[in-house]
Structures are given as structure tokens and as C-alpha cells.
């Protein structure tokens, strides 16, 4: 009886011993399997989180990479290569003396502005896409550049490809569409302008932005002075609807109103209204934030800061860097809302 009783343990323990070994051969190959199955499935998704936010970080445009520059002074086109053309434009548009970063932010802002003439072309551009002028954005060739920047030439033109080079391929967008209002200008008075209130068009990326430190800028504050009767002449020839008259020039001009930043949107002259910028370019104004006095024989205009004033401030941008300020972070301040895409061409 004791021997059968011996018999039925030493069987059950064999029994309970061979069902661990066989859990034991299941999990054990799990537990060294799951984590390295977790891992490469960990691997996948970040992979396709990677290759997604590639993807959302790039916009594709019609188009290719030459730019067909209308040179003003032989009247033909010229073919570039997309980042060539930018260095040449930033060495026309800002210092070399600027802050890296601030050429960086030059760099983007031009080679944006150039890629959306590819979608809709200067009208000057004779057959090209883009003018040479400040109609469009200055452009310089390098040899010519150079030869102006003297013994120092080569180091600089080093400096702008370096700041064109970093930022290769990179362009504004708004709401995942690039930007075609990429405005820049010299110097604010302090803020920057509404599009609204300088070109009519009320453009969300281009509101009205602080932009401190530019009064070291050299065209700040400038004056403007004219003899009245030369003022007159010019108004009239201008706006012959405007009739106005020396003996009474009080009485003939008066600004009616002014922009969040200071700007003049609107000025009377004698019987005609016209726009602040319009106002500015007919009389060669730095900008149309101006102040007026007249004395006897003399109209007298203290401007402040330099261009039309929308979008960023070059001189502001430098002051921003000379802070710290990265160039993304310049763009983001002064082009409200925008995203840096990496351009990539059908």
C-alpha cells in the first residue's frame, strides 16, 4: 500500500514538473522574442512618423531650378541656377556687414520671393521671370560684386554663400501654400506696416509688427526740403485734377490718416486724395511716415525709416540677431503665422 502511494507522488510530481517545463518552453521564447518585436515595431512607426513629418516639411512646386533674370542694362535673359541667383540677390538687398542670421533671413525671404514669380512672372521681365531691379529684388552678378566690395571681396562673398548655403532650399508658406508676398524693406520706425495700409491688399502673413532698435540705422530719420513753388510744380504736373496753389499751401495739404505704425495712408492735395505710398514715391520720400512743416518759402518733410515698411525690417532682422535671435525665428516674428518648408520641384 505504502509502495503504491509512492508510486502515484513520484507520478504526480512528474507530471507537475513536465506541465513547468512545457510553460516554461512557451514563455520563455515570448518573453526573449516580445521585447525585440516591440522594438523593431517601435522602430517602424517612428520611422514612419519621420518619413511623414519629411513629407509635411516639404513643398512641391511647378517648375525647376533656373531662374531667368531679365538684365535691365543689355535687355536679355539670363539663365541661373536657383542658389547662385539667391547669393547675388542678397549681396544686392543687405549689408555683408549684417549678422549671419540676418543674412540667413535675407536668403529665405529672396528665395521665396523668386520662386512665386516662377508661378507668376514680372511683367517687366521680358521673357524672364524676375528683373534685376528693386522692381523685383537687386540683383548683382559676383564678379561685379566682388570688384565693388574691393580686397575684401572674396571673404564676403564667402560670408553670403555661407548664410545662402545653410539655408538651401528653404522657403516661407503659409497655411501648407507658399508665400507670395515675401515683402521685405531697410528700415521701420519703429514698427512695421499693415499690407492694407500701404498696397490695399489685406494679406494675413503681413500685419503690423514692433521692430525695436533700428534708430541707429543710418536712414531713420531723414528730411526731405522743398521750395513751395517747386512742391506746387510738382503736384500739379503729377495730379493736375489738384489745383493747388503756392499762395495758400496751408490750406492745400493735410494728412487724413495715419497707420497703426505711423504711416500716412491718406493725404489731401488741394482737391485730390491720394495714398500715403503714392504720396511718397511721387515725391522721393524715404517713406511715407512723415511729419510736415512749412515755413514761407519752403515745405519741409522728417521722415521716419526707409522703404515701404511691410514685412521685415533688414535692419531690424540684424538688430534681432545681434539679440540672439536665430533666422526661423526672425522670419516667424515678421511674417506672421508661416511655416520654413524645404522646396522640392515637379
Sequence with gaps: MKRKFNINKNLASLIIFSTLVLVLMIIIPILIIKPAAIAANAKNIQEEQNKNSEENNVITIDGNEIVKVHITESNEIKEVPLEEYVKSVVSGEMPVSFNLEALKAQAVAARTFVVAKMLNPCPNANGGIVCDTTHCQVYIVKEKRIEKWGEAGEEYWN???????????????????????????????????????????????????????????????TEFSFNISEFVSKINEKYPDAAIEASNINNNIEILSRSEAGGVKEIRLGNKVIRGLEFRLALGLSSANFEISITDDKIVFNCKGYGHGVGMS?????????????????????????DIKRLNFN
Design 314 to 338: 533688414q535692419w531690424g532682422a540684424n538688430v534681432m540677431a545681434a539679440e540672439g535671435k536665430s533666422y526661423d525665428e526672425i522670419l516667424k516674428h515678421y511674417y506672421t503665422g508661416v
Design 159 to 221: 560670408k553670403i554663400s555661407d548664410a545662402v548655403e545653410e539655408t538651401k532650399g528653404e522657403v516661407l508658406t503659409y497655411n501648407n501654400e507658399l508665400v507670395k508676398y515675401p515683402q521685405f524693406f531697410s528700415t521701420s520706425s519703429g514698427r512695421t506696416e499693415n499690407s492694407i495700409d500701404v498696397f490695399s491688399g489685406d494679406i494675413p502673413y503681413l500685419v503690423s509688427k514692433e521692430s525695436k532698435g533700428e534708430e541707429i540705422a543710418p536712414k531713420y530719420k
